[in-house]
C-alpha cells in the first residue's frame, strides 16, 4: 500500500514513517504540502496521513486544493486540536477521518487500515457472516452455527461493528465512535466490559474463540475455523 | 503618577462652559423681559394718550371748540407755564398744546411741539429734559393739537438698567462661575484621583489595594466599589489559576517521575526482554493518565470559553440518559454495585450532545469510583417546570462539609493521597457543562449518601 505523509514535524515524521514502513507499506514522507501536491499528480497513493497546523500552507488549504483538483484518495487529518469544531471544519474539507494527536500508532494503522478498504459507496447490508457466525441485520439478531446469541443491544451492535471490519484491527476509540456515538473518552473500562460480556456469550460457550485482544491497541474478529 | 491639575480638568473646563452658557441665557432673558415690558408699557403709554384725545374730540364734538379748550384750562390763562409742567410731570404727565392755524396756541403749553420723525419730543421748558411721547390731532378746521406723555421709564430701561445688568451679570457671574467650577472639579478630581490611585497601586503590584467607600452611596461609591468587585473576582481568579499550575504541576510531576524510573529500569533490563516490555507498559500507562489531565484540561477550556455554544442543538435527553445507563449498567454490575434508572420519557432541552453526553458520563464514574462498597447508585432525569433535571447519587455516607466546599474545584479530590482513580477534574467539567447549558450543578443537602442535581433550562 502506497501511504503519502505531510507533516512538518521531525519527531513525528520519523515516528510515523518508521512505524508505517513497519507495518509493511511504502510510506513517502514531505515536510510540506508543495512537493505532496506535485507527486500526487504523479502517482497514486491508497491513503494520505496530512498534518492539520503546517507553516506555510496549512493542511486544510491543501486538503481543499486535492479535492479541488479531483483527488479522491482517502486524507487523515492529523491535529493538535480536540475542539468539536475542529472537527466538523476538518470533516467538511474533504477528511475522511481525523486523530487528534498524541495518537497511538496502532491507532493509526488501524484506521488507515479501515479508511483504505472503505469502499467508495457503502452499501447497506442485511447480513453479515463470519465463519459460523451469521448476523441478521433485519432482526438485528446473532447466531454461531445453529446457537442464537442472546446480547444486549450494545453487545449486538459491538458484534456488528467488529464484523464489519473482520481481520482488521479495532481499536477502543473506533468503538467508542462507532458504538456510542461517544467522541470523548470515558476513563471506566467501557468497551472492555462489554467487550468482555460479548465474549462471554460469543466464545466462551464454544471450543474456538473469535475475538481476540490485539495487545495495547485494540480487538480483532476472525474466523478461527 | 502625575495629577490632573483641577484647572485643566474636563470636568472644571464643562463647569466653567455651563457657567458661561448661563449668564448668556440670563443676558438674553433680562433683555428679553425688558423688551416685553416696555412693549406693555409703551401700550398703556398710547392708551392714555388716544384716551386724552378722545375725551377732547368728545368734548369739539358736543360743545364746540371752546369745549375742548375748557377742558384743558389750568386757571383763567391760555398758556401753561413753566411751572404748570413741573407740575404735571408730578401728577397727571400729560401735557397738552392746541393751537390755531397760525400757530397761535389756544390753550396749554407753548414749549410742546409734535416731531413725527422721532418717538421723543422734547419740550421747550429751561429745566426740563425728560422724554415725552407725542400725538398730534385735528380739532374739525378750526384748530390742531398735540398731547404728549412723559415716558422717563423707557429711557430708564434702555439706556441704563439693561447694560447694567448685563455688566453685573458678567461681573458677577463670571467669577462666580471659575471658583464654582473650581470647587466642583476639586472635589470630583479627589474622587476620581483616589479610584485612579487604586488602580495605580494594583498595577504596580500592590494587589490589595482597594477603593476606600466615602459610605454615601453616590455614583463615585457606585464605581468603586464595583471596582472593588471587579478587583476581587480577579484577585480570586489569580488564586485560582495559582491552585491550578499547582494541581498540573503536582498531578504531572508524578508520572514524569515514575516514567523517567521506568525509562531507566529499561535500561537495566535491556537483555532481559519481557521485564523491558513491562516496563515500557507502565510507563505507557503514567503517560496516558498524563495526556487525560492535559485532554482535560483543554476540555475544560473549550467549555469554559462558550465556543462549543455555537454547536447546540436539539438533544433528547431521555434518550441519551437511558442510553447512558444501559451502557454503564454492566460497569457497576462488575463493581458490585446496583445502578436504579429513573428516566421520564420526553425530555429535552437544547444543547451540546456530546457534552451532556460527557457530563452524565462523568457522574456515573464518579458514582462508581467513590461510592461505598455494594453502593446503590441512581440516575433519575424528570421535566420540571421550566428546566430539566438531572440527579445521579447513592446511598453512601454523603460528603465530607470540607470536601463539599471545594468539590467542584479543579484538581480538588476528596482523597487528599491521591491513591484514589481519577484526576480531580471530573466534576468541574460536570459544572462547566452546566453553565455553559445556562444551568449549574449542585451538591443537594440533607439527602442520604451524595446526590448530585443538574439543572438545565428546558
Known amino acids: ?225 | 503618577m502625575t495629577r490632573t491639575r483641577v484647572l485643566a480638568s474636563n470636568i472644571f473646563r464643562r463647569t466653567v462652559a455651563a457657567s458661561m452658557g448661563y449668564i448668556a441665557v440670563a443676558v438674553g432673558l433680562v433683555w428679553l423681559i425688558g423688551f416685553i415690558a416696555i412693549l406693555q408699557i409703551e401700550g398703556e403709554e398710547w392708551a392714555r394718550i388716544e384716551a386724552e384725545i378722545a375725551e377732547t374730540e368728545d368734548a369739539f364734538q358736543e360743545g364746540g371748540i371752546e369745549a375742548a379748550l375748557d377742558l384743558h384750562r389750568i386757571g383763567d390763562a391760555a398758556e401753561w407755564d413753566d411751572d404748570v409742567i413741573l407740575a404735571r410731570l408730578e401728577e397727571e404727565q400729560i401735557v397738552v398744546a392746541i393751537r390755531n392755524f397760525d400757530d397761535d396756541v389756544l390753550v396749554g403749553y407753548p414749549g410742546l411741539w409734535p416731531d413725527d420723525a422721532a418717538e421723543l419730543v422734547y419740550l421747550d421748558h429751561p429745566t426740563l429734559d425728560e422724554g415725552l411721547r407725542a400725538e398730534a390731532f385735528g380739532l374739525g378746521d378750526e384748530a390742531w393739537g398735540t398731547i404728549a406723555l412723559f415716558v422717563p421709564e423707557r429711557e430708564y430701561y434702555w439706556g441704563w438698567l439693561m447694560p447694567q445688568m448685563t455688566y453685573a451679570l458678567i461681573l458677577v457671574g463670571l467669577p462666580l462661575s471659575l471658583i464654582i467650577g473650581f470647587l466642583l472639579s476639586r472635589g470630583v478630581l479627589a474622587r476620581i484621583e483616589a479610584i485612579s490611585d487604586t488602580a495605580g497601586a494594583v498595577v504596580s503590584g500592590r494587589m490589595q489595594s482597594r477603593v476606600e467607600l466615602q459610605g454615601t452611596g453616590d455614583e463615585f461609591d457606585r464605581l468603586s466599589s464595583e471596582i472593588n468587585g471587579m478587583l476581587d473576582k480577579l484577585a480570586q481568579l489569580n488564586r485560582n489559576i495559582e491552585a491550578v499550575s499547582v494541581g498540573v504541576a503536582h498531578d504531572l510531576k508524578t508520572p514524569l517521575a515514575n516514567v523517567a524510573g521506568r525509562l531507566d529500569l529499561i535500561r537495566r533490563d535491556l537483555n532481559d526482554s519481557d521485564a523491558a516490555h513491562a516496563h515500557i507498559e507502565k510507563a505507557e500507562r503514567y503517560l496516558d493518565g498524563l495526556l487525560r489531565v492535559f485532554d482535560a484540561l483543554l476540555r475544560l477550556g473549550e467549555v469554559e470559553t462558550g465556543r462549543r455554544r455555537a454547536g447546540f442543538g436539539q438533544v433528547d435527553v431521555s434518550t441519551l440518559a437511558q442510553d447512558m445507563a444501559d451502557s454503564f449498567a454492566p460497569l457497576f454490575d462488575d463493581a458490585q454495585k446496583s445502578l436504579d434508572v429513573r428516566v421520564a420519557k420526553g425530555v429535552a432541552t437544547t444543547g451540546d450532545r456530546e457534552l451532556l453526553q460527557q457530563l452524565l458520563s462523568n457522574l456515573l464514574e464518579n458514582a462508581i469510583e467513590h461510592s461505598r462498597d455494594a453502593a446503590r447508585v441512581f440516575v433519575e432525569l424528570e421535566q420540571a417546570r421550566d428546566a430539566v433535571v438531572l440527579r445521579v447519587g447513592d446511598d453512601g455516607p454523603g460528603v465530607s462539609p470540607i470536601d463539599r466546599a471545594r468539590l467542584f474545584d479543579r484538581f480538588h479530590r476528596g482523597d487528599q493521597s491521591r491513591n484514589t482513580p481519577g484526576n480531580g477534574l471530573g466534576l468541574s467539567l460536570v459544572k462547566a457543562i452546566a453553565e455553559l447549558h445556562g444551568g449549574d450543578v449542585t451538591l443537594l443537602e440533607g439527602t442520604t449518601g451524595a446526590v448530585f442535581e443538574v439543572k438545565i433550562p428546558a
Open chain 1, 1 to 225: 500500500m502506497q501511504v503519502l505523509v505531510v507533516e512538518d514535524e521531525a519527531e513525528t515524521r520519523e515516528f510515523l514513517t518508521r512505524g508505517l514502513s513497519e507495518a509493511g507499506w511504502d510510506v513517502t514522507v514531505h515536510d510540506n504540502p508543495q512537493p505532496a501536491l506535485l507527486d500526487l499528480g504523479a502517482r497514486r497513493f491508497d491513503v494520505i496521513i496530512l498534518d492539520r497546523m503546517m507553516p506555510g500552507m496549512d493542511g486544510l488549504s491543501a486538503l481543499k486544493l486535492m479535492r479541488g483538483a479531483g483527488v479522491t484518495t482517502p486524507v487523515i487529518l492529523l491535529t493538535a486540536m480536540s475542539g468539536i469544531d475542529d472537527r466538523v471544519e476538518g470533516l467538511e474539507s474533504g477528511a475522511d477521518d481525523y486523530l487528534v494527536k498524541p495518537f497511538a500508532l496502532s491507532e493509526l494503522i488501524a484506521r488507515i487500515k479501515s479508511i483504505a478498504r472503505r469502499p467508495e459507496i457503502v452499501e447497506e447490508v442485511n447480513e453479515r457472516r463470519l465463519g459460523s457466525l451469521h448476523i441478521d441485520r433485519l432482526a438485528r439478531q446473532a447466531r454461531r452455527g445453529d446457537v442464537v446469541l442472546d446480547l444486549s443491544p450494545i453487545e449486538y451492535k459491538l458484534l456488528d461493528v467488529i464484523v464489519e471490519h473482520a481481520g482488521e484491527v479495532v481499536t477502543r476509540s473506533m468503538l467508542l465512535e462507532k458504538v456510542w456515538g461517544y467522541r470523548f473518552d470515558p476513563k471506566t473500562s467501557l468497551v472492555q466490559t462489554h467487550m468482555s460480556r460479548l465474549r462471554a456469550k460469543l466464545d466462551k460457550p464454544f471450543d474456538t474463540e473469535m475475538i481476540r485482544t490485539v495487545h495495547g491497541s485494540g480487538y480483532m474478529i476472525h474466523d478461527p475455523d
